[in-house]
């Protein structure tokens, strides 16, 4: 149940992170997609290592979420004004700076000399909620779901490893045996063979 809350919270926010031009978030989000696949995939097919791969993933996921709440709240030297989300390949900034719910958005036009005619600012006002507190939502819920997640993995894989631990080989190491114990003396018969060969 866990996971399809992850997957949809994860596919909103690839959505929105696409529409930003957010290339960090949106790698992180696709690997975070590919993962929970994964780990559904090991819990339904009873593979113990799928769901480890998961776990650990999700602890670098909670990890990378952290790091985005700072960057949002400009903690540690941080600033949510930098290209770091873009890789520095553009200039374009988190989708909710401009269209978070209350937003009106103007394009304002240079009147300075010198300024291309189609360069133009956007002045954005009347947000109910500025765009950096709804990114640290988004990565408080992932953080909630994740540790979720984390809790229910562990859980299935001690289950399993139950299941390995208590299931019994035929003729294995119990102490329990169907086989009678050997006998100090092993009585040997002559093999009369059944058939002459030509």
Not at 13 to 40: H, Y
Not at 62 to 80: A, M, Q, R
Not at 133 to 148: G, K, N
Request: charge should be negative.
């Amino acid at each position: 149940c866990s996971c399809v809350f992850l997957q949809m919270a994860a596919l909103e926010r690839q959505i929105f992170d696409f529409l930003g031009f957010q290339w960090a978030p949106i790698l992180g989000n696709f690997l975070q997609i590919i993962v929970v696949i994964l780990g559904l995939f090991g819990t339904i097919q009873f593979r113990p290592r799928y769901i480890v791969v998961y776990t650990v993933w999700t602890a670098l996921w909670v990890t990378w979420n952290v790091f985005i709440i700072c960057f949002y709240l400009e903690v540690g030297g941080l600033s949510k004004e930098t290209d770091l989300m873009t890789f520095n390949i553009s200039m374009h900034r988190s989708w909710w700076r401009e269209h978070g719910p209350g937003c009106i958005r103007r394009v304002v036009r240079p009147s300075s000399p010198g300024l291309l005619e189609d360069y133009s600012y956007v002045s954005v006002t009347g947000c109910i909620i500025d765009f950096q507190y709804l990114e640290v939502i988004h990565s408080a819920i992932q953080i909630l779901l994740s540790l979720v997640g984390f809790v229910y993995a562990c859980y299935v894989i001690s289950i399993f490893m139950e299941e390995e631990d208590s299931f019994d080989f035929i003729g294995g190491l119990d102490t329990y045996s169907y086989r009678q114990p050997p006998q100090e003396h092993v009585e040997l018969k002559p093999v009369k063979p059944v058939g002459k060969v030509l």
